[in-house]
């Protein structure tokens, strides 16, 4: 059996292979990253695999969903309207406590679309979904008709679609037909 002699890099203590660095020892360091790499890129905005740079909002989105359409969440406010008078009311508020933890709303779910946290980039959560319909909703509703308006024109003039609920909770609403967020909870 042969001794290891001390000019061995792997026989001193705290020098194996698992205490390597790139460049040590014969190792070869790995290649700089180019410039733009990543899936999707636009205009210094990356996606990592899985997800896509959406064209004309700019933001990050897994793949298979897209950013719900004027129409779609047009829809999905008269739904509301017609699911909370054939709940009455009360069975409406239940089904929106356990839907917010998926980041639903009824009429979301009916429709197929979600609430997505813009800043985390994962699917909006319990507390961010009541700060999004009781919060976002009062200051929308209550405050008067004209900031009801001004909601309505944010929703419809900016390129995130974002009303005044979604801008107070800082979320965005995706259409998902295919469940592809059952996977992303926060």
């Known amino acids: 059996m042969t001794q290891p002699s001390y000019s061995d890099p792997w026989s001193t203590p705290g020098q194996g292979p698992q205490d390597a660095q790139p460049g040590d020892q014969g190792i070869p360091q790995a ?3 180019p410039e733009g790499y990543g899936y999707g890129s636009q205009q210094g905005i990356y ?22 359409s004027v129409g779609r969440r047009i829809g999905a ?9 054939v709940t009455l009311g009360i069975g409406f508020v239940i089904w ?10 009824p ?23 009541a700060l999004r ?6 200051a929308q509703g209550i405050l008067s008709v ?32 295919n469940k592809i967020l059952d996977n992303w909870q926060s």
């Open 31 to 33: 290649p700089p990253i």
């Open 47 to 68: 996606a990592p695999q899985g997800m896509y740079v959406d064209q004309k909002s700019g933001l990050v989105l897994p793949e298979g969903v897209e950013l719900a």
């Open 107 to 129: 009429a979301l779910q009916v429709l197929g679309m979600r609430c997505w946290k813009v800043e985390t980039g994962r699917v909006a959560g319990w507390g961010t979904m």
């Open 146 to 177: 004209i900031t009801g308006i001004i909601s309505f024109g944010l929703f419809l003039g900016t390129k995130k679609r974002q009303s005044l609920p979604d801008l107070v909770a800082g979320t965005v609403v995706l259409y998902d037909p």
């Open 77 to 85: 406010y008269f739904l509301s309207a017609v699911l909370g008078v």
């Open 133 to 138: 319909d009781i919060v976002g909703y009062i």
């Open 96 to 105: 929106g406590l356990i839907a917010w933890s998926k980041g639903r709303s």
